[in-house]
Nanobody, 116 residues
Framework: QLQLVESGGGLVQAGVSLRLSCTAS???????MGWSRQAPGKQREPLAS???????DYVDTVRGRFTISRDNAKNTAYLQMNSLKPEDTGVYYC???????????WGRGTQVTVSP
């Protein structure tokens, strides 16, 4: 089974940038990759996704500030986060979706805390 490990989280001040990485235990070529966030006291929500072919989609709250990308050669997906806001605070999870009836794979998450 594909395993995902997120990294790059931390405590930062508002306005700065941060890049998250999601490294898979195997090839991600056949997976759509995504990032979700769970803010304190809220449900987990999808933020961004990238298809196998490189098509990208974003939720309105991060569009224009966050950029998702993938490097299949490194089995890694990224989330570049710019102009961070306190409301971006939460645990960020990476997902890998093979489509069809396959289960979506989730990482364990990385904490991002944005101070005012």
């Amino acid at each position: 089974q594909l395993q995902l490990v997120e990294s790059g989280g931390g405590l930062v001040q508002a306005g700065v940038s941060l890049r998250l990485s999601c490294t898979a235990s195997g090839s991600i070529n056949m997976y759509a990759m995504g990032w979700s966030r769970q803010a304190p006291g809220k449900q987990r929500e999808p933020l961004a996704s990238i298809t196998r072919g490189g098509g990208k989609d974003y939720v309105d709250t991060v569009r224009g500030r966050f950029t998702i990308s993938r490097d299949n050669a490194k089995n890694t997906a990224y989330l570049q986060m710019n102009s961070l806001k306190p409301e971006d605070t939460g645990v960020y999870y990476c997902t890998a979706d093979a489509g069809g009836t396959a289960l979506v794979r989730w990482g364990r998450g990385t904490q991002v805390t944005v101070s005012p």
